[in-house]
């Protein structure tokens, strides 16, 4: 008898990457970057207890969602509405809405990314940024041309940022040693929930998700598959993370201080001299733009079940997303008040969605015979108590927004 796993194929293959590198490289966006900069100043090699423990929780939350959503073969807010009819309605049009805000920030970042490496207008960049993504999704096999970009993206920023990493020479032993042992723990909390949020908030924990199941990767008998998906997803993008700590606690070490205007782009310049800044605007550009293609992407699959038009024409409503989100930025600029909104819906949206999908897990109609594993369950509920802090604490930053 032959128990051997049959092996994975060169399309399956691609698929995983593709679904994990969607993931990933949707999480390291610009904001990805300033957040671990400004982080890694304040708090040093503490740090790190925050990065474990964000992945440790982030995982909880991805291997949940995953999984349920593969067992259903539903997307997210299908899911939603068979747990409570309407609530998938409603999941959608904020994850929509906080999605459409964060992509004008991600064009943005392209837009300085282009300038940091040419001088050009960021505008100009901004456009061009806009135009590619909208050529990967109009050329013909459109969704494997994406899968295999969002990978050579993904893999150009990790290569650099190591590169970075081994110029700054962290101190690694102190690192590792902070990593469990942190001083003053309690101080870490905001920065977890921070990197939670900004992980696997909004949109960005189903984008590699409504990937597989667009590629018909559903039922228990792909719960291994989509489960490996789902762990790649969350590692690669710590491994980024852990990657440009480093590279910054190693700056920051010597006792350089970061430009608060730019955090991370002053640590590629004082790392590597006059050439780090082009350098890392090629980072910036590679964040950016994969970025775009991931919240262009998967928000516009939270609008296909909504009505037939957006189902039938999927690569319209992503090109329109795209359009307008660019436009905003080159004729209006970066708007403030959309990016708070944005963060204020991405840190309410997961608590919802993941809380529905626990719920969903342990009903027979949405997963059939299917049984989720207890301690997935565990860690989901401190995924929806975490990031439901994160929502409460991110409505201040409107109230903030209003004060000015």
Do not use: C
């Not at 590198?21 to 671990?36: K, N, R, V």
């Not at 929780?57 to 409570?84: E, F, H, M, P, T």
Request: proline share 3%; no cysteine; net charge positive.
């Amino acid at each position: 008898m032959n128990n051997e796993k049959p092996k994975m194929t060169g399309a399956q293959r691609r698929l995983l990457f593709g679904a994990v590198f969607l993931m990933a490289t949707s999480a390291i966006g610009p904001a990805f970057l300033t957040q671990t900069a400004v982080f890694t100043e304040q708090y040093l090699a503490s740090f790190a207890f925050a990065i474990l423990a964000s992945i440790v929780i982030d995982i909880g939350a991805q291997l949940n969602i995953w999984r349920v959503l593969s067992v259903s073969g539903k997307r997210g807010q299908d899911v939603a509405n068979d747990v409570a009819p309407g609530l998938g309605h409603v999941v959608a049009l904020l994850i929509v809405l906080g999605g459409f805000a964060f992509n004008i920030g991600n064009v943005a970042g392209a837009g300085l990314g282009f300038n940091a490496i040419f001088g050009w207008d960021a505008r100009v960049g901004a456009a061009l940024t806009g135009a590619f993504a909208i050529f990967v999704f109009l050329v013909k096999n459109g969704r494997a041309v994406m899968d295999v970009i969002t990978q050579v993206l993904g893999v150009l920023m990790i290569l650099i940022t190591a590169y970075v990493m081994i110029q700054s020479n962290p101190p690694y032993a102190e690192a590792a040693l902070r990593s469990i042992a942190p001083e003053n723990p309690l101080s870490l909390v905001v920065p977890i929930i921070t990197l939670v949020g900004g992980t696997v908030g909004g949109y960005i924990t189903f984008a590699g998700a409504h990937r597989l199941i667009e590629a018909g990767m559903t039922g228990k008998e792909n719960l291994d598959f989509v489960s490996k998906s789902a762990n790649y997803g969350i590692l690669t993008t710590g491994v980024m993370r852990i990657l440009l700590f480093l590279a910054v606690l190693g700056v920051v070490a010597t006792g350089a201080t970061l430009d608060p205007s730019n955090p991370p782009a002053s640590v590629f310049q004082i790392a590597l001299g006059d050439i780090g800044m082009q350098i890392f605007g090629i980072v910036l550009v590679a964040a950016a733009l994969s970025s775009v293609i991931g919240s262009a992407y998967t928000s516009a699959s939270f609008l296909r079940s909504m009505h037939r038009f957006f189902d039938e024409h999927n690569n319209i409503v992503i090109v329109t997303f795209i359009v307008v989100s660019t436009l905003i930025f080159t004729f209006v600029g970066r708007p403030v008040a959309l990016l708070i909104l944005a963060g204020a819906f991405n840190g309410l949206i997961l608590p919802v969605t993941l809380g529905a999908i626990l719920i969903a897990s342990r009903r027979k109609k949405i997963v059939g015979d299917y049984r989720h594993p207890t301690w997935m369950i565990v860690f989901g509920v401190i995924a929806v108590i975490v990031t439901l802090v994160a929502g409460v604490m991110s409505l201040e930053g409107l109230a903030d927004l209003w004060n000015r």
